[in-house]
């Protein structure tokens, strides 16, 4: 079945740590998406790309690193400069271009991160 | 900037009655999309709605639909005999190439 992966599900980090959430997708989706979720907040979008070798910092990017060597991957690190990193991670994915499914996103199941 | 607001934290109503979640937004964008997404207890997102905002015909999904009204910027869900499994978090979204998420209305469905 094709879908979103993201792993680990749930991960403890000391302070100082940087650390690194996987997102990887077999949809064939261009673009790709980095959101926190914290309690009693929506989503904030962290980092997103459409293309391979290419992203773009979204709202809350600071502290925060991506890459997007593959298609099918789009890795996020939370370095030691997040001063709050605690937090529900969630990956997505989405066609792009004018088709049905274009701009609508398929969510991974989410990693939470917890700082000790 | 685009905004979303989703101005009911909670809600709670009974097992076959009808609801309705206000969502109203702000873009400065003139082609875009709206949302609305469940989250259930699992976390897991998952898509109830899509609306394009060039269409003006209203979005409707089984017992979901929605009244859009681009001129007021508003786009409200509407939950139709609503049922136990509907327990959830909402959150509306608008935009293009990439979504802002208004923070969510709580909706509990009681027996």
């Known amino acids: 079945d094709g879908g979103i992966t993201q792993s680990p599900k749930y991960l403890f980090r000391k302070e100082g740590q940087n650390v690194t959430l996987s997102c990887e997708q077999n949809?064939?989706?261009?673009?790709m998406y980095w959101y926190r979720q914290d309690p009693g907040q929506g989503l904030r979008l962290i980092y997103y790309?459409?293309?391979?070798?290419?992203?773009q910092k979204g709202d809350i990017a600071e502290g925060y690193s991506v890459s997007r060597e593959k298609k099918e991957s789009f890795p996020l690190t939370v370095t030691s400069a997040q001063k709050n990193p605690t937090a529900f991670y969630l990956c997505?994915?989405?066609?792009?271009?004018?088709?049905?499914?274009?701009?609508?996103?398929?969510f991974g199941a989410g990693s939470r991160l917890t700082v000790l | 900037a685009q905004t979303v607001t989703q101005s009911q934290p909670e809600m709670s109503v009974q097992e076959a009655e009808t609801v309705t979640l206000s969502c109203t937004y702000d873009t400065s964008e003139s082609n875009y999309y709206l949302f609305w997404y469940k989250q259930p207890p699992s976390r897991q997102m998952i898509l109830v709605i899509r609306q394009e905002a060039y269409k003006q015909q209203n979005a409707t999904e089984n017992r979901f639909s929605v009244n859009f009204q681009k001129a007021a910027k508003s786009f409200s869900l509407k939950i139709s005999d609503s049922q136990l499994g509907d327990t959830a978090m909402y959150f509306c979204?608008?935009?293009?190439?990439?979504?802002?998420f208004g923070q969510g209305t709580r909706l509990t469905i009681n027996p």
């Open positions: 979204a608008q935009g293009a190439q990439k979504l802002v």
């Open positions: 997505a994915s989405s066609p792009l271009g004018r088709s049905s499914g274009a701009n609508v996103l398929t």
């Open positions: 949809l064939n989706h261009d673009a």
């Open positions: 790309s459409q293309i391979v070798n290419d992203f």
